[in-house]
């Protein structure tokens, strides 16, 4: 029996970057625990860490890869497959044009840093513009609000939790998230600090959220009204002489441009449609401006509807006219220490808005389309139509809005190829699928998060386990997918090589941070809170904050229009649905682990207690919820959490498909919100999918 040893790493699961210890023996994991040594997560993980192992030792993990037949699934040779790949891409191209093939990233690429490193290598062999990915079902109106105000869709200004006074979150619920787009392990805690140090936190949401519960302060607000509620607090802010841009007074461009557009937003032109009574508006905008200091953390809730743009606009603008912005307690820029803003330089044009989608003219933001506007690019007939795709890690049948069209449009296409670990709703079809190794088989580092974190530190796990399977890791795969396409030979780099250069030239480089400093250092290195660095992050041409940009202002009519028509919408379907993030599942994938799901079905619509008396619906029913697109049954939870006309539905379940092979999640399967969802709902702006605020009818059966 061999020795049980220790291992540490950061979960590559979701954003939170939470440091683990992982006892060992052989290749069975024994133990998953909170590393107490992490300096940034402080000993924190959540129940989904300790199923990394599930996820490692699952039967259903494809370990060979596979070849969709007439008699069913083969598994064939690398060799065989790239073989495959190659003749069959080349030919619809050589047909129809490199945009014929689309190209689909979901949210694991984040969490990979060889997927991030040799992506663009794969992009380039490709060479097809029709690139989408789950950003355009999450955050993309951050990195758009971003490009256009600090001039670059990476400088991602995050709340520094750890220090604020006084700190508003609109439709974010980082108790259960741990924070998104707002890197931040250990959120109740980091909360209670808050409250501890005599200052006060206030939720805005729909729905009485985890956050909610242990906030200073929650407040309901019915669904897509957050732009009419910041416009409203922008308005007070400013009307009531207020506003105070601090050390930024000489950087910042636009303040008259912000003050005309917000005049037509007095509380009380809104209070009726936002159901927010105007004296909480104007007592809200007045704690923020009067804390010692304070920042407003905008997330899922206002950036996956109809106005996410304006919304993440105006959130930035609050913080910056409160005095808020880069300065301590406030909206600051992490540093990290792969830097990937470095490279940019002050007043490049940006892909934002260079192109329009074929079919509905959606914009091109973050170098890539909506995958709202997938299937339909599908789908559609023409010049243009995409005939072939790849998906990498993403299962957007289920986690993109419309998502059974989006599976009729996958089944029809000519040819497609899957990077996946599970044959899966989206993967089922593929002709081929590539399957990549696991979390636990793969070197860590944080590319991306370490960019949205709220203290700057560094760290870098190596392998935990040699890969046992016929598996490749996708950096593997993306080089010899590039290599066979172009027919050019593969180069020696590696994650690891692409990484020490990024260290080596970055902002810690003369603090002697470099990849072996790292792996000597297996917690993690602490490099402190973050500090105001706009100076070093702004990217517009002359290093100074756009705060009224065209395209949001241009943006307020359709906003006025939509408040002015509030009550004929709701009239055939008289509900408002909003999604809910659940502890113990993370998007479509960590279903398949018996520990996650066991118990009872956490898959339920939640109704309001007075709307479901009116309606006859008792809790644990079996109810029917319909949109203009589809209908579900489903089990109802009966509650005072949520507001009245509003239901709320957990977003990632619905492995009910047939023929797929993630045999635990199939034993609580749930249904798919994105059944009801519907991908003509998108944020025109920014181009992200709009499933909050989605109207729907529901009734007892
Ligand atoms: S919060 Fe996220 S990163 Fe932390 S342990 Fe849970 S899944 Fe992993």
């Known amino acids: 029996m061999s020795e049980i040893k220790t291992h540490y790493r950061t979960c590559n699961i979701c954003e939170a970057m939470c440091g683990l210890e992982i006892k060992y023996q052989g290749n069975e994991v024994i133990s998953i625990k909170p590393d107490q040594e992490d300096p940034f997560s402080r000993g924190h993980i959540c129940p989904k860490a300790v199923a990394l192992q599930d996820f490692y030792h699952d039967p259903d993990r494809l370990r060979t890869p596979l070849k969709r037949t007439a008699t069913g699934w083969e598994e064939i040779r690398w060799d065989e497959a790239f073989a495959d790949i190659t003749a069959n891409i080349k030919r619809i191209q050589a047909e129809h044009g490199n945009d014929a093939v689309g190209i689909y990233l979901g949210n694991p690429n984040?969490?990979?840093?060889?997927?991030?490193?040799?992506?663009?290598?794969?992009?380039?062999?490709?060479?097809?513009?029709?690139?989408?990915?789950?950003?355009?079902?999450?955050?993309?109106?951050?990195?758009?609000?971003?490009?256009?105000?600090?001039?670059?869709?990476?400088?991602?200004?995050?709340?520094?939790?750890?220090?604020?006074?006084?700190?508003?979150?609109?439709?974010?619920?980082?108790?259960?998230?741990?924070?998104?787009?707002?890197?931040?392990?250990?959120?109740?805690?980091?909360?209670?600090?808050?409250?501890?140090?005599?200052?006060?936190?206030?939720?805005?949401?729909?729905?009485?959220?985890?956050?909610?519960?242990?906030?200073?302060?929650?407040?309901?607000?019915?669904?897509?009204k957050d732009a009419l509620f910041l416009l409203a607090m922008i308005n007070t802010v400013i009307s009531e002489g207020l506003a105070k841009l601090g050390h930024l007074e000489s950087v910042v461009d636009g303040l008259n441009e912000v003050k005309q557009a917000c005049a037509d937003f007095p509380p009380e032109s809104v209070a009726e449609v936002v159901g927010i009574n105007a004296e909480k508006i104007r007592q809200l905008a007045r704690e923020m401006a009067s804390a010692?200091?304070?920042?407003?953390?905008?997330?899922?809730?206002?950036?996956?509807?109809?106005?996410?743009?304006?919304?993440?606009?105006?959130?930035?603008?609050?913080?910056?006219?409160?005095?808020?912005?880069?300065?301590?307690?406030?909206?600051?820029?992490?540093?990290?220490?792969?830097?990937l803003l470095q490279r940019t330089p002050k007043g490049k044009p940006s892909s934002y808005g260079r192109f329009q989608s074929r079919v509905r003219q959606l914009p091109y933001n973050n170098s890539?389309?909506?995958?709202?506007?997938?299937?339909?690019?599908?789908?559609?007939?023409?010049?243009?139509?995409?005939?072939?795709?790849?998906?990498?890690?993403?299962?957007?049948?289920?986690?993109?809005?419309?998502?059974?069209?989006?599976?009729?449009?996958?089944?029809?296409?000519?040819?497609?190829?899957?990077?996946?670990?599970?044959?899966?709703?989206?993967?089922?079809?593929?002709n081929i699928i590539l399957p990549a190794t696991h979390g636990l088989e793969v070197a860590h580092y944080d590319i991306f998060f370490n960019s949205f974190a709220v203290r700057n530190t560094v760290?870098?796990?190596p392998p935990l386990f040699e890969k046992t399977g016929n598996q490749m890791h996708d950096w593997q795969i993306l080089k010899a997918l590039a290599s066979h396409l172009t027919g050019t030979p593969e180069d020696g780099s590696t994650p690891e090589l692409l990484l020490e250069m990024g260290l080596q030239t970055g902002p810690y480089k003369d603090q002697g941070i470099n990849l072996q400093k790292l792996k000597d250092n297996p917690h993690g290195i602490d490099l402190g809170p973050l500090k105001p660095c706009l100076e070093n992050r702004i990217r517009t041409a002359d290093g100074h904050i756009q705060l009224a940009p065209q395209i949001y202002l241009d943006d307020l009519a359709r906003l006025k229009d939509y408040a002015a028509s509030d009550a004929e919408r709701r009239m055939e379907y008289p509900f408002e649905m909003i999604g809910r993030r659940l502890a113990r599942s993370h998007n479509t994938w960590t279903q398949n682990s018996q520990r996650l799901v066991k118990g009872r079905n956490p898959c339920?619509?939640?109704?309001?207690?007075?709307?479901?008396?009116?309606?006859?619906?008792?809790?644990?029913?079996?109810?029917?919820?319909?949109?203009?697109?589809?209908?579900?049954?489903?089990?109802?939870?009966?509650?005072?959490?949520?507001?009245?006309?509003?239901?709320?539905?957990?977003?990632?379940?619905?492995?009910?498909?047939?023929d797929t092979r993630m045999t635990v999640a199939a034993?609580?399967?749930?249904?798919?919100?994105?059944?009801?969802?519907?991908?003509?709902r998108v944020d025109p702006l920014s181009g992200n999918a709009a499933f909050n605020g989605t109207p729907v009818a529901i009734e007892a059966i």
């Open 667 to 680: 034993t609580q399967p749930g249904i798919s919100i994105n059944t009801l969802t519907d991908a003509g």
């Open 292 to 339: 010692p200091s304070a920042v407003c953390y905008s997330r899922m809730g206002a950036s996956t509807q109809s106005f996410g743009g304006l919304c993440l606009w105006l959130t930035n603008v609050l913080n910056i006219i409160t005095g808020n912005f880069d300065r301590e307690g406030g909206a600051m820029f992490p540093l990290p220490a792969l830097d």
């Open 368 to 430: 890539e389309f909506p995958v709202a506007t997938l299937a339909e690019e599908i789908l559609t007939e023409g010049e243009g139509q995409i005939r072939a795709m790849f998906t990498i890690a993403g299962n957007p049948v289920l986690s993109a809005p419309g998502g059974d069209n989006l599976g009729k449009a996958f089944a029809q296409l000519d040819y497609m190829v899957s990077v996946d670990i599970y044959l899966n709703e989206t993967t089922q079809h593929a």
């Open 110 to 224: 984040a969490h990979n840093f060889g997927n991030a490193l040799f992506l663009p290598h794969f992009f380039k062999a490709v060479g097809s513009r029709n690139r989408f990915s789950s950003a355009s079902a999450d955050q993309l109106p951050h990195h758009v609000a971003s490009n256009y105000m600090f001039g670059a869709g990476m400088a991602i200004p995050v709340p520094d939790i750890d220090r604020t006074d006084y700190m508003l979150i609109i439709g974010g619920n980082p108790v259960v998230s741990n924070g998104s787009m707002m890197t931040a392990a250990g959120v109740p805690g980091r909360i209670k600090d808050i409250k501890n140090r005599g200052g006060k936190v206030v939720v805005i949401d729909p729905r009485k959220t985890e956050t909610a519960r242990i906030a200073s302060e929650h407040v309901f607000i019915r669904p897509e």
């Open 604 to 658: 339920t619509v939640l109704i309001n207690v007075e709307d479901a008396e009116r309606l006859g619906i008792t809790k644990g029913q079996t109810v029917v919820v319909r949109s203009a697109t589809g209908h579900v049954e489903m089990e109802a939870d009966v509650s005072e959490d949520i507001l009245q006309g509003v239901v709320s539905i957990p977003q990632g379940w619905g492995h009910n498909r047939k």
């Open 459 to 461: 760290k870098f796990s």
